[in-house]
């Protein structure tokens, strides 16, 4: 499978409008440093592509057929594009946690198929085996375990730490071969509903042979100098996302 950072960043996005910190002042400068809210997109062995979250429009990135669309959780930063998504002219599943950001979605999904999710379940999407898992979030929030051809990806934002029984079931299936985890602030700082980027790597670091640091705020160092941070810490083991990376697994 490959996977597909369509975007990369938290609910502001990178440059935040008028914001002036260094971050934003970074991106207007390096366009590679510019992030849009989560949407992340898996290409299976046989090329079909399955979303997981739509933080933004997806016309210009994912022109095609969806096999199904997952949503970690109903914040409007990962549920934005579904507005416009509605409206595509396939009937396309949409696997969720319960809740709701706006009822519009479930009252009038048009083609759109609404359905709820609890940790555990699992379910096939052409050749991929995709498992919802708990996280630990301020609503209720579904991390998945992607497997295909016994290659696995943990998928880990949005969540502050991991609860015990996600922790059990993931060592389990432990060496992943990616972790994308939730790395939303800065090294030191604490937040009860999201990771600093340390907590972050080291969750990923205990689980896989490959993390990708990702859900990233303005509030997190600039581009460069997270680059450099993670690089010095943890080597090629840990890496920061960024809008259009592709991984191949
Ligand atoms: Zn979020
Ligand atoms: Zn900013
Ligand atoms: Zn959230």
Redesign the pocket.
């Known amino acids: 499978m490959l996977v597909y950072f369509i975007g990369t960043g938290g609910s502001e996005g990178i440059p935040a409008h008028l914001c002036t910190c260094s971050s934003c002042n970074e991106a207007r400068k390096f366009g590679f440093a510019q992030r849009r809210p989560s949407t992340l997109a898996v290409i299976t062995e046989n090329r079909k592509a399955v979303l997981f979250d739509v933080g933004t429009d997806i016309r210009d990135f994912l022109n095609v057929p969806l096999e199904a669309i997952f949503l970690t959780?109903w914040?409007h930063?990962?549920i934005y594009g579904l507005y416009k998504l509605r409206w595509m002219a396939l009937e396309t599943e949409l696997y969720a946690p319960e809740g709701h950001a706006d009822a519009l979605i479930l009252n009038e999904p048009k083609n759109l198929r609404p359905k709820i999710l609890k940790p555990g379940d699992t379910l096939k999407a052409d050749t991929l085996r995709i498992t919802a898992i708990g996280l630990n979030?301020d609503?209720e929030?579904l991390g998945y375990l992607i497997e295909e051809d016994g290659k696995s990806v943990a998928l880990l934002y949005?969540t502050k730490g991991l609860p015990e029984k996600t922790w059990d079931f993931l060592k389990k299936k432990a060496p992943l071969r990616l972790a994308i985890v939730d790395a939303t602030y800065p090294p030191g700082f604490d937040n009860p509903?999201h990771n600093n980027v340390d907590e972050a790597a080291e969750i990923g670091f205990q689980l896989a042979e490959r993390t990708v640091l990702s859900h990233i705020s303005h509030k997190n160092l600039p581009f460069l100098e997270l680059v450099e941070y993670v690089r010095k810490r943890w080597g090629n083991k840990v890496l920061v996302a960024y809008d259009g990376m592709v991984f191949y697994v």
């Open positions: 959780h914040h930063d990962h979030h609503v929030t949005d509903k």
